[in-house]
């Protein structure tokens, strides 16, 4: 028991009493499974180290965290850690503005968001974090450069990129917001470029497929669930076959099966297999040469400027056999992959535009007028059987989600394990010369990239011949570091400094992988879906051979963000809701509290205080109560004389007990919180009824009822384990249970201590 806990809720002393008590213990260390004990790996975003912890984060954050405290105190091994995304665009701007180098600001940075972490009490391993920027971990980003490389994943291609001028950087396609940039909202252009390329496309379909299986798995929710096949971008539709006069063959692809007679031309991609047979000319052939790349990452808002070359060919149309001209556009690759397709002006306003572009005569829909031919072919019953030009119809399938660039030319990130030898061309270097290190004492002024001006970064020796070589200077992109930054966390950080070869054959790996469930914002699509692809990758080269259907993720919940008067939160706006104000003035419980009850993890969070207040009185009061009757002295024995007329009362406050813990468990089990809490809250109302009913009859609780609303707080505090664990392990001790142990979920007997 401890001394003199206050009556009145004061959870600044509260807070930092627990959180001096779990350092002490050590609570959240990452332990070793017991045989039988079901494990979780708990995957948390990995937080861009941007300075601060902000109101998102707490949401993502309260989330993870609460199903972590929930499957420990159902007696799980939980890995519950992660690392800090520390390299790209946002920490070197920061570095820039105030004037150290990335290296000094992210550990800084690093060093406060964790700061704040802790104060809001939240339960990662932090033994297991790291910054993805440190050379021990980047060297996992060249080591799986490698791997990818070897296995014909990596290429090198000249390609048409989008390029902020005032960034001096080239972008993703995440960066790219209605052509403006992401960070500094200037106009995108469009510039050639040699990149290194991620090949994705020969893992698509089968994240297609998987797909299936994580729904029915049942633990995706339907909002990560929907981002990926959003980004995987189906397109279900028709090819046929398509003979050219001189008798060549090309499958197309249209989504539009039914207007196959609206069709006014033929687009190839640069990459496709075939592109070739389609030139004779060889300026043609050269300007097909200047497009080629591996992936361009584009979409019907280029349809004005982006590259098309008129391979001077024609094909016959399907339906009416007129010429069509045969183009190759880069548009076709982001908008349906390395393919050849219809462009169909009248259902496509992408097609529309290039139709106009080539000064093809078109069809406004609706109105065939002076389209006679079409007339007589289009409208009749069989339109795509028996033509001349020969037409093998059949149901198809293409992609939008294709090859992306993973170089920048910028010096905050991995350096890429290449040099370049006269003699030997683009050598990799060899896995046991990892990692490349990235100068430290680099100082980036925004422009240009200052790691290409770093003599004694460049020059260096050929791994092939001895001969001098010059390093890659440009860096991976944060995104490829994000392809395995899920990994490191199952690898205890007295093992992290061994050969990758040796970390790789740990049973650490297999046994906390694949991650049990990941907590991320909705807008890390992306990240997932390539994660999902990589991970497929290196189970077929061997690293994760474990992993039979190749996801990293059994189960997943995508969040959405906290706004503010309908609007995104933004410095700009003033409208920012800053966590550390919230948690000196209402404590860590409160603010986590309230960002669970405020909304379902799927609904955006508009922030209001009066959630805050809400949440305040209520552990406030939970807090007054559980106390006033905790420390009570217990009533004497009933003397068996008096009539005991609150039976029914007490029946009746256990069956409230038994149903809030059975709703409450399965609504964590599907980490629907904000239920849990309003059931939770439901709960307190019905035990202070119980108390307030019985002194209707009776003048003070008899010891059967005493006992009966104890027991009931006991459940209570149970279930405000996960949600306000500062508090409710508190209470638990003042039940007079050992101060070393957490609050366990009713039902469960007792926990080991950690
Ligand atoms: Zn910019
Ligand atoms: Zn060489």
Redesign the pocket.
């Known amino acids: 028991m401890p001394e003199e806990l206050p009556k009145r809720y004061d959870p600044q002393s509260i807070e930092a009493r627990r959180q001096g008590a779990w350092r002490a213990r050590d609570a959240f260390r990452t332990p070793e499974p017991a045989e039988g004990q079901p494990r979780k790996y708990i995957k948390p975003s990995a937080p861009f180290t941007s300075g601060n912890i902000h109101i998102g984060h707490v949401r993502s954050y309260s989330i993870g965290d609460a199903y972590a405290r929930f499957s420990r105190a159902r007696g799980d091994a939980v890995l519950f850690a992660f690392g800090f995304d520390a390299f790209g665009l946002p920490a070197e701007l920061g570095a820039i503005a105030s004037g150290e180098s990335p290296s000094d600001w992210v550990s800084r940075c690093a060093s406060h968001m964790q700061g704040q972490l802790e104060r809001l009490g939240f339960s990662f391993d932090w033994s297991r974090s790291f910054l993805s920027s440190d050379a021990l971990m980047y060297r996992w980003s060249q080591w799986l450069f490698l791997t990818l490389l070897d296995a014909g994943l990596i290429y090198q291609g000249t390609g048409t990129v989008d390029w902020c001028e005032t960034c001096q950087t080239t972008l993703a396609t995440i960066q790219v917001e209605d052509g403006l940039c992401w960070r500094c909202h200037n106009p995108v252009a469009l510039i050639q470029q040699t990149q290194w390329y991620l090949r994705i496309s020969s893992y698509v379909p089968e994240n297609d497929a998987r797909l299936q299986e994580l729904a029915e798995g049942g633990i995706w929710d339907e909002s990560s669930l929907a981002s990926q096949r959003f980004v995987l971008g189906r397109l279900d539709g028709v090819e046929l076959d398509l003979r050219a006069p001189d008798g060549t063959l090309l499958t197309v692809f249209t989504p539009h099966s039914d207007a196959l007679a609206e069709a006014r031309f033929v687009a190839i991609s640069p990459r496709h297999p075939d592109v070739e047979r389609w030139i004779a000319d060889p300026a043609v052939l050269e300007q097909l040469e200047e497009l080629r790349s591996g992936g361009l990452e584009r979409d019907s808002r280029d349809a004005e400027q982006i590259p098309l070359i008129d391979t001077g060919h024609t094909l016959p149309s399907p339906v009416t056999g007129e010429p069509m001209p045969v183009l190759i556009s880069p548009i076709v690759d982001g908008r349906f992959g390395a393919t050849a397709v219809l462009g169909i002006p009248s259902r496509d306003h992408t097609d529309a535009l290039i139709a106009g572009r080539l000064g093809l005569q078109v069809d406004d829909p609706g109105e065939d007028q002076d389209m006679a031919v079409d007339e007589d072919q289009s409208k009749s019953e069989t339109p795509t059987e028996d033509r001349s030009s020969g037409i093998g119809r059949r149901p198809a399938v293409r992609y939008r989600a294709n090859d992306f660039s993973i170089s920048r030319q910028r010096s905050w990130g991995t350096p890429i394990p290449i040099?370049y030898?006269?003699?030997?061309?683009a050598?990799p270097v060899p896995e046991e010369q990892l990692p490349v290190l990235l100068p430290l004492d680099l100082k980036p002024t925004g422009l240009g990239n200052p790691l290409a001006e770093r003599e004694d970064f460049v020059q260096t020796t050929?791994?092939?011949?001895?001969?001098p070589?010059r390093r890659e200077t440009d860096t991976l992109d944060c995104h490829f570091d994000a392809l395995w930054l899920w990994v490191p966390a199952c690898v205890p950080a007295s093992e992290r400094e061994r050969p990758l070869q040796e970390i790789l054959a740990l049973d650490d790996l297999r046994r906390w992988l694949p991650s049990e469930r990941l907590v991320a914002g909705s807008d890390s699509g992306n990240f997932v879906f390539d994660q999902r692809i990589v991970t497929k990758a290196l189970r077929d080269i061997g690293p994760l051979a474990f992993l039979a259907d190749g996801e990293p993720f059994a189960g997943c919940l995508f969040h959405e963000m906290v706004i503010r008067d309908g609007r995104k939160m933004s410095k700009h706006l003033g409208n920012v809701v800053d966590p550390d104000e919230l948690l000196g003035k209402y404590g860590a419980d409160t603010v986590r509290l309230a960002t669970l009850y405020a909304a379902r993890p799927q609904r955006s969070l508009n922030w209001s205080d009066s959630a805050v207040l809400r949440c305040h009185r209520f552990l406030a009061q939970v807090w007054e109560f559980s106390l006033r009757h905790l420390t009570a002295p217990a009533p004497a024995g009933d003397a068996g004389e008096v009539k005991d007329t609150t039976e029914h009362l007490r029946v009746k406050l256990s069956t409230w007990c038994d149903a809030a813990v059975e709703r409450s468990t399965e609504e964590m089990e599907s980490l629907e919180m904000h239920s849990a809490v309003r059931n939770i809250m439901r709960l307190f109302d019905r035990i202070k009824d119980f108390e307030k009913r019985v002194l209707a009859r009776q003048p003070e609780l008899s010891r059967a009822d005493s006992d009966a609303l104890i027991e009931a707080l006991t459940v209570l505090i149970k279930l405000l384990g996960p949600f306000a664990p500062h508090m409710s392990e508190e209470l638990w001790i003042a039940c007079g249970h050992e101060a070393d142990t957490q609050t366990p979920w009713p039902g469960v007997s007792s926990l080991e201590p950690a």
Do not use: D, K, S, T
């Open positions: 040099v030898c006269e003699q030997c061309g050598v050929c791994p092939g011949c001895g001969g070589a």
